[in-house]
């Protein structure tokens, strides 16, 4: 895949986590409204994330990226209204370099190589309010092998 052609889906309504999804699996077409309701009817999050994992103990060569849910703030122009939402960033590399595929910026942003990319997901979930997915295939979650040898339970080395 190109440098001209990475996938980046801008945010259209409330619609992140589907944006984040598509951007991350670099395909318009990856999921729809309907399909992610389902899957929200369906998850238990809290069984899957672990948001105060240091993101070192990640094997990323077993991942296919990340995606981050954060805070943020609902505004009308420049007003800030009292009310909490919750965001939807996906975080994959492309080309030899991770890039922040967020639907409300312009284009992807580069974040660097894979230390760099660490010390900026340390650096969102030094925050308590922040969470992070880890996005794998079902084998690689079944056998945690997205996990570093050292972090797994199974003992698998």
Known sequence: ??????????QIKELCALHALNNLFQDK???????LDEICRSLAPNEYINPHR???????????GFILNVPSNYKIGFVRLPIQRRHWISVRKINGQYLNLDSKLD???????ENQTMEYLRSQLHSN???????????????????LPEYRQDGVR
């Open 1 to 10: 895949m190109g440098a001209s052609t990475v996938y980046h889906e801008k």
């Open 29 to 35: 077409e990856c999921y729809n409204k309907i399909q």
């Open 54 to 64: 240091d993101p070192c103990c990640i094997d990323t060569s077993k991942i296919v």
């Open 107 to 113: 284009a992807p942003q580069a974040i660097g190589d």
């Open 129 to 147: 309010d922040k969470e992070l997915f880890i996005v794998c295939t079902k084998g690689v979650e079944k056998d945690q092998t997205w996990l």
